[in-house]
């Protein structure tokens, strides 16, 4: 329950956030009233008035959208963690092998990319080599001074990933289908 209340607080921020420089946006387009002392803002009635109906839509429309954002924010925790995870991990056990995050079509896609070899090799590589590899696609340079790679690079990467791994899983089925066996079943 505490889970969803922050989901709640940090979305009601979001909007009063965007409200706010909505507003301030749409003050700094008033014309002063007066020149000293208090400055009144004013528009002519019409523009007010259709300018106020303007933003009470936009705020109807983005509380409307509350529950698909929820969604969102979900999925987007959900991947933040696993990536924070596999960073962890290739810090605390970069030794072991690559297959305690990825699937095996995941690290032999993922090394026949960044390797330019279009077999795939035998054995998968270390969890750290893999992590560099997957940050490599996410912009990750990986010189002696840059450490290992961070959450923004694997998250970049990983994006990256998943299409590599779409591509190598239909090229793979095609390679093991023939047109006579398609023909055969049909």
Same mark, same amino acid.
């Given at each position: 329950?505490?889970?969803?209340?922050?989901? *709640?607080?940090?979305?009601?921020?979001a $909007?009063?956030?965007?409200?706010?420089?909505?507003?301030?946006?749409?003050?700094?387009?008033?014309? #002063?009233?007066?020149?000293n002392?208090?400055?009144?803002?004013?528009?002519?009635?019409?523009?007010?008035?259709?300018? =106020?109906?303007?933003?009470?839509?936009?705020?109807?429309?983005?509380?409307?959208?509350?529950?698909?954002?929820?969604? +969102? !924010?979900? =999925?987007?925790? $959900?991947?933040?963690?696993r990536?924070?995870? !596999?960073?962890?991990?290739?810090? *605390?056990?970069?030794?072991?092998? +690559?297959?305690?995050? /990825?699937?095996? @079509?995941?690290?032999? @896609?993922?090394?026949?990319?960044?390797?330019?070899?279009?077999?795939?090799?035998?054995q998968?590589?270390?969890l750290?080599? @893999?992590?560099?590899?997957?940050? %490599? !696609?996410?912009? /990750?340079?990986?010189?002696?001074?840059?450490?290992?790679?961070?959450?923004?690079?694997?998250?970049?990467? !990983?994006q990256?990933?998943?299409?590599?791994?779409?591509?190598? #899983? $239909?090229?793979?089925?095609?390679?093991?289908?023939?047109?006579? %066996?398609? =023909?055969?079943?049909?």
């Open positions: 329950m505490a889970f969803d209340s922050k989901i *709640e607080h940090t979305f009601k921020q $909007v009063n956030h965007i409200g706010a420089l909505a507003y301030h946006l749409w003050m700094q387009k008033m014309k #002063r009233r007066r020149q002392g208090n400055q009144y803002l004013h528009r002519e009635p019409l523009d007010y008035h259709n300018d =106020i109906q303007r933003k009470i839509n936009v705020y109807h429309a983005q509380l409307g959208q509350a529950d698909r954002i929820e969604a +969102c !924010l979900a =999925i987007d925790m $959900v991947v933040a963690w990536i924070y995870y !596999l960073n962890k991990l290739g810090r *605390e056990v970069p030794q072991a092998p +690559c297959t305690v995050y /990825f699937e095996e @079509a995941e690290w032999k @896609a993922l090394m026949v990319f960044t390797t330019n070899n279009p077999v795939a090799p035998t998968p590589p270390t750290r080599e @893999a992590i560099r590899r997957v940050a %490599s !696609l996410g912009g /990750f340079l990986g010189r002696k001074s840059d450490g290992e790679p961070g959450t923004q690079t694997l998250w970049i990467g !990983l990256r990933l998943d299409d590599i791994v779409t591509l190598w #899983r $239909v090229m793979t089925d095609a390679t093991h289908t023939t047109v006579s %066996s398609r =023909i055969d079943t049909g």
